[in-house]
């Protein structure tokens, strides 16, 4: 029993106006969340939606995880930078240097992006979405492998990577040095348990997470941390 990665959360001050700008770079539809906020519906094998949802929490830092956005052609990356700014996103100096060949860019919250050049090797079997690229140790890449039951495609140099034998996007973690976490992360994994919660949850701390509160009450699901703190949700089964 594992698992499944149903969601990418936001916390968003806008979560309509992030929703609508991330729609628009990768064409999925906008659809009102059963819970809160909105999500976005993929179209292509992603494998999980993303959602927004309201909070007031202010930007400490950068975040944990970004979008690695694939290109097929030098002119395929010019197009996605110009939609970007059209949707209201920026260009982000994080020191990359004027001879890099990667975009960096923010969306209207200034959760960063990276546009990838063509011909980037190791995403060349992923789609549009390549990679959710993360600061985290190989421990924690060991960790979301066994979780979500997805096969490590990289481990080398404490770097890691998983992905869904069904296809999709990289998960990845740089390994160390792992910046000092700041606060609560403003994007998170909701998990679909698949089957009983209370058992699946006993499991993922088995493997190494442990619970958490931050005043959650009586929610119907368990809010958690992987073993390098990072939030996530184990929702009920669908």
């Known amino acids: 029993m594992t698992s499944q990665l149903g969601a990418l959360t936001f916390d968003a001050h806008d979560p309509r106006g992030l929703a609508t700008f991330w729609s628009g770079i990768f064409g999925w539809d906008v659809a009102d969340d059963p819970h809160e906020g909105f999500t976005l519906v ?127 996007p990289k998960i990845t973690w740089g390994g160390p040095p792992v910046a000092q976490k700041l606060g609560k992360n403003r994007l998170h994994f909701d998990l679909v348990a698949d089957g009983d919660l209370e058992a699946e949850a006993d499991r993922l701390i088995s493997l190494g997470a442990s619970r958490l509160d931050i005043g959650q009450g009586e929610a119907g699901w368990v809010v958690m941390a992987d073993p390098d703190g990072n939030e996530f949700c184990l929702m009920p089964p669908r």
Request: hydrophobic letters at 35%.
């Open 42 to 168: 993929p179209n292509d094998d992603t494998g999980f939606r993303l959602r927004f949802v309201a909070s007031d929490e202010k930007r400490r830092g950068p975040n944990q995880m970004h979008f690695d956005i694939t290109s097929t052609t030098p002119e395929v990356q010019q197009q996605t930078v110009a939609r970007a700014l059209e949707l209201g996103g920026a260009h982000l100096d994080i020191g990359q240097g004027a001879d890099a060949k990667h975009v960096v860019m923010s969306d209207p919250e200034g959760n960063e992006l990276c546009v990838i050049p063509a011909g980037n090797r190791f995403l060349a079997e992923c789609g549009f979405l390549g990679a959710v690229s993360s600061d985290g140790t190989q421990a924690v890449g060991y960790f979301w492998s066994e979780a979500l039951g997805w096969p490590l495609v990289w481990d080398q140099d404490e770097e890691t990577a998983i992905r869904s034998p069904q296809g999709g």
